[in-house]
């Protein structure tokens, strides 16, 4: 019989000051991070709404939750049958509502939200319920579903979880911490009181990208750490195992460079962006102000769409625009992802194959700056 449980308690780190990490790493990632916006600035509001969906895949990937991209863009689509493509698909609501929510102060509510809107549609009928609400229950990372006898950590009990949440609330507005440190701290302290019963990572890492918005890093970009996190993820845990045994510093120097890997290969989608509308002009060799030609312009903000959506947003009638997509999707520029006939969804396949791409190319960096 368990007549026992050791639990961890955090420690309070709104007056906390910070270990000094290397100050180059540091400057170097919030450089990098500052000039993908100078780099995008054409294509800037289109690459952020990516960026977003990139890092809810990648967050999703380190929960074990994955699927295609084009399960992706199907469920982007509206289509209800791939139940890691539609918690892909929350993943990024939740980032929105916390990012978007962020830009002066964070407040608990704001966290509680982006969670509710990560869980409300999951399977679970019992994570439904819990969507938006602080865990009242006793939880544990490893062990059995059951016991937490050989857990590899157990949080706080939960009646210490709100006064621990409101510590950290204090810390992340703070002015006086240099912003990456303060991300990193933030986020191993919040997988160390994992207030929720489920949806801990997710949140925790869209933590990372509000506390870089409200300090100005990326104030108009959510950056796709999670993709330099995934690549090896025995090493992410090991920092925050270190975290939790008062050692901060490992998880603060490798968000720095997690954060340069991102944005450097970031730039790099932003390039590709900027010459996309160009090569599919190319592509289709439609005349200039065809509905085709007039589509294009709308593929990178909107690279999954409907007709209907996409008339929405153009302001041409829908029979216009469907001639328009069909002469598209003759050419490969589009493609459908579902097969209903009414509401029918398409996405960009370029944009796309982007994700699979971009991934590739933060894991490949990630892996080199962690060996350099």
């Known amino acids: 019989m368990l007549g026992e449980i050791v639990v961890s ?4 780190i709104a007056g906390l000051t910070p270990p000094s990490a290397p100050e180059r790493d540091l400057a170097r990632a919030c450089w990098e991070a500052q000039d993908l916006e100078r780099v995008a600035d054409g294509v800037l509001a289109p690459l952020a709404g990516f960026l977003i969906r990139m ?3 990648a967050s999703s990937r380190i929960e074990h939750v994955e699927a295609t991209p084009v399960a992706f863009a199907r469920a982007i689509g509206g ?4 139940e890691s493509a539609l918690s892909m698909v929350a993943a990024g609501v ?3 509502t916390l990012i978007e929510a962020s830009s002066e102060t964070i407040v608990l509510e704001e966290i509680l939200a982006a969670h509710a809107a990560l869980m409300r549609n999951d399977p679970d009928p019992d994570e439904r319920r819990s969507a938006g609400r602080v865990r009242d229950v006793q939880n544990w990372i490893g062990g059995s579903q059951h016991s937490p006898r050989s857990a590899l950590y157990v949080p706080p009990p939960p009646e210490d979880v709100p006064a621990l949440l409101d510590d950290l609330v204090t810390f992340v507005n703070r002015d006086d911490v240099e912003p990456v440190t303060q991300a990193a701290i933030a986020h191993a302290q919040f997988e160390s009181i994992h207030p ?4 801990n990572g997710r949140i925790g890492r869209a933590l990372i990208g509000a506390v870089l ?7 108009h970009t959510v950056l796709p750490v999670a993709s330099a996190l995934a690549a090896d993820t025995t090493h992410y845990f090991s ?5 939790r045994s008062g050692d901060p510093l490992p998880m603060i120097t490798d968000l720095a460079l997690s954060v340069e890997a991102a944005a450097r290969e970031a730039r790099g989608t932003a390039r590709s962006f900027a010459r996309y509308e160009e090569t599919w ?6 005349r200039s102000g065809s509905t085709a030609d007039q589509l294009l312009s709308h593929l990178l903000a909107l690279p999954v769409f409907t007709v209907e959506q996409l008339a929405r947003v153009t302001g041409i009638a829908e029979r216009s625009v469907y001639r328009g997509v069909e002469t598209l999707a003759e050419h490969h520029v589009v493609e459908a992802v579902t097969e209903r006939a009414r509401g029918r969804a398409y996405a960009a396949m370029d944009v796309l194959d982007e994700f699979g791409d971009l991934d590739a190319r933060i894991r490949e960096r990630i892996t080199w700056l962690r060996a350099a």
């Open 196 to 199: 929720f019963t489920d949806g």
């Open 9 to 12: 308690l955090p420690p309070e």
């Open 281 to 286: 002009r190319a592509q289709i060799g439609s």
């Open 213 to 219: 918005r409200r300090r100005g890093v990326t104030p």
């Open 239 to 243: 920092l925050l195992t270190r975290y």
């Open 79 to 82: 289509l209800r049958e791939n």
């Open 94 to 96: 939740a980032i929105v």
């Open 55 to 57: 890092e809810s895949v």
